[in-house]
């Protein structure tokens, strides 16, 4: 069913139909259409361009179909080219020909941009809540897991950390990941109905009230930029691969920890699957999952910008693609933020295990130079020095807190007994990163 056809000598051939309809993912947008279009038929009736009893005629039937929508009288299917032609075709069986009044002084070009505004900042308030809810699952588990751990640079031992402090690192990222869709959440919401196909309408409209009636902060400036603007979805998208790939080194990490060659911690049976020949298996498939979705979610955002990139303005059929690339971005990036959610929630920490390889991992090394350096010495021939006592240690098999003072003014007359206060690990992380740590 089209919207036009009126200029037409020739059929479209069944081949170009089912080219061109995009009904079966912008459906989606069923609510929106019908939101957006009671706005727009309100201020028809409001600037007199249709009557009072057309417009409550027209509303009463939206919400008709809007009802058997979602009771599931109405399936949306059918020889369709787009929600658009759905809803309005289905409102003028509803209630007759004063239903093909609801398009005055519209085009589906401020149409599908309204609609998709309207989803995508509904959405975004969505993450958002999303996020906020595994930044408390992070802050939970990082209360309940105060304990030492070695922090690494080039996947190396490098200093004493608490496992609290690391995990923590991904709740100031997910804060960061929010405050960019907030504020493209901001930058966003105008409205662009009322532009039309790109240069408005003759008809004595009130975009004012339409904006205002849908919850935007104003009318879009400038048509033309008002029905071709996707600069919000490319945002957005950019923001999920932000999203995405923070949750990609955080599953990067989890499943690290999760091998017998770390052994940090213990997944939850709940986000693991088994192997159908080693029964010893237990993998981390969630954590890979996520890992590996997030090349799908920079996959679209590469997609919408390369759709995007040559079009002039303003409207054209190729920003029809941006929902495909736009909706799989969005659906993937939610579910991996809530099965990241659910996995930390089953995350059991081996405090113990992380521990012996903090000693194991000279991470104490650092403050051994330091307190040369406090006993007067350069720093780098203190780096010198301290060098080659971990040398010495791992020739001995030993660590450095473990060798007598004697052992250590082999090294350097600098060392006194306090050394040994020093360098232990729960006070160099006191003077450093200053959290109190469990035992």
């Known amino acids: 069913m089209k919207l036009w056809g009126g200029r037409f000598k020739e059929d479209e051939s069944k081949l170009m139909e089912d080219f061109n309809s995009s009904l079966n993912f912008d459906k989606r947008l069923y609510k929106e259409d019908i939101i957006g279009s009671k706005a727009h038929v309100k201020m028809l009736a409001k600037c007199d361009i249709v009557t009072f009893a057309e417009s409550e005629l027209i509303l009463a039937g939206l919400d008709i179909i809007l009802t058997k929508i979602e009771q599931g009288k109405l399936e949306i299917n059918g020889d369709y080219e ?3 032609s759905f809803v309005e075709t289905n409102l003028i069986l509803e209630i007759g ?31 958002i809540d999303y996020i906020d809810e595994l930044q408390g699952v992070i802050s939970r588990l990082a209360e309940e897991n105060n304990v030492l751990m070695p922090g690494y640079t080039h996947l190396q031992r490098a200093q004493v950390v608490t496992f609290k402090y690391h995990i923590m690192a991904y709740h100031s990222m997910l804060g960061r990941d929010k405050k960019r869709i907030i504020n493209a959440v901001d930058l966003l919401d105008e409205s662009p109905l009322g532009c039309c196909a790109l240069a408005g309408t003759t008809y004595n409209t009130d975009r004012d009230f339409t904006a205002k009636e849908l919850g935007f902060k104003k009318p879009v400036d400038n048509f033309l930029d008002g029905v071709s603007d996707r600069d919000y979805l490319i945002e957005l998208s950019s923001c999920f691969s932000l999203i995405m790939m923070h949750l990609s080194r955080l599953s990067e990490e989890l499943i690290l920890w999760s091998s017998k060659e770390f052994d940090f911690i213990t997944i939850g049976d709940e986000f693991s699957t088994g192997s159908s020949i080693m029964p010893q298996k237990k993998n981390p498939d969630a954590a890979e999952l996520i890992r590996g979705k997030s090349g799908r979610v920079y996959g679209s955002l590469i997609g919408l910008l390369t759709t995007m990139k040559g079009l002039p303005l303003a409207y054209n059929k190729d920003m029809q693609e941006d929902k495909e ?6 659906d993937t990036v939610m579910s991996c933020i809530k099965v990241m959610s659910g996995m930390l929630s089953t995350l059991k920490i081996k405090a113990e295990n992380m521990k012996n390889a903090v000693k194991k991992g000279f991470l104490n090394a650092t403050e051994v130079a330091d307190y040369l350096v406090s006993k007067g010495q350069a720093f780098r021939d203190a780096h010198g020095v301290v060098g080659s006592i971990v040398l010495y240690c791992e020739e001995n098999n030993t660590v450095i807190e473990d060798l007598t003072l004697d052992q250590l003014n082999m090294f350097s007359p600098l060392f006194r007994a306090d050394v040994y206060s020093f360098i232990n690990y729960k006070n160099t992380l006191q003077r450093g990163i200053k959290k109190e740590i469990s035992d």
């Open 97 to 127: 020909d004063v239903g093909k009044k609801l398009h005055t002084a519209r085009s589906r070009n401020d149409q599908v941009a309204v609609d998709m505004k309207l989803y995508t900042k509904s959405k975004a308030i969505e993450i």
């Open 82 to 84: 787009d929600i658009h």
């Open 325 to 330: 690339q736009f909706f799989d971005a969005l």
